[in-house]
């Protein structure tokens, strides 16, 4: 199957702190990936990598093809990908509607923007808030905001960082509703996900990182096999 991601060899630093050592991973066009690992691993930095949001990056990062390991972030991005940091991002003094109308297209996304209409049916809490300020959003709506908000730019990665993290049930369900819509759509997604129980049913492939490095990479189909050595290694 085509890459629409492919790292090999990837090494990253903040400032003087070499990061990663060595990553490398493939994610086949409409695959669901999963970074495993403890906290301070390296699985969050890695998302940054692939935006170019650390210093310094050395390997090879290809999108769709393109090499982007010299290319800025916002070029970056231009190439298709679509970032959900942790913290969420989300413009707090906009409502739910401008935060949606705010990001401008991407111009070699090869997605189709999703309009207002399916962002609100896909969420219909935001349908439901769409004139509420971001301040006035829980967790979960400003979570469901923060990547609804990547789905109007024509992106077709996406890099999704511990969305689920201290979230209901019932938003963990609509996510993981939300994520299995975009798989048939064919729409690629790495996710960083300390809650093995949700990425575990949407995943297609798992590695997992430690100190900067992957120790283990599998598919879904060996995950049975592998978990006394996941909860060894991720400690659950």
């Not at 085509?2 to 990553?23: C, F, K, M, P, V």
């Not at 301040?135 to 908000?149: F, K, N, P």
């Not at 064919?186 to 430690?210: K, Y």
Request: hydrophobic share 45%; with cysteine; net charge neutral.
């Amino acid at each position: 199957m085509t890459a629409a991601l492919e790292i090999r060899d990837l090494n990253a630093w903040y400032g003087e702190s070499h990061i990663l050592h060595g990553i490398s991973l493939s994610v086949p066009q409409g695959q669901v990936l999963t970074l495993l690992g403890r906290n301070g691993a390296g699985r969050t930095t890695t998302l940054r990598a692939i935006m170019g949001l650390t210093g310094a990056r050395k390997g090879s990062i290809k999108v769709h093809g393109t090499e982007t390991i010299g290319l800025p972030t916002h070029r970056i991005a231009h190439l298709g990908l679509g970032y959900c940091p942790e913290e969420r991002g989300i413009f707090a003094s906009l409502s739910t509607e401008e935060n949606l109308r705010l990001p401008p297209p991407l111009s070699q996304g090869r997605a189709k923007p999703m309009t207002e209409a399916e962002i609100y049916a896909m969420f219909p809490n935001l349908a439901e808030r769409r004139h509420s300020p971001g301040t006035r959003l829980s967790g979960g709506e400003q979570q469901m905001l923060a990547v609804a908000r990547i789905l109007r730019t024509k992106a077709d990665i996406l890099l999704l960082d511990e969305i689920s993290e201290g979230l209901a049930p019932v938003i963990v369900q609509a996510l993981a509703r939300m994520i299995r819509t975009l798989k048939s759509q064919g729409f690629t997604i790495v996710m960083v996900e300390q809650n093995f129980r949700f990425a575990a049913p949407l995943a297609d492939h798992f590695i997992v990182i430690e100190h900067g490095e992957v120790v283990q990479s599998f598919t879904a189909a060996e995950l049975p096999a592998k978990q006394a050595l996941l909860d060894e290694l991720l400690s659950v």
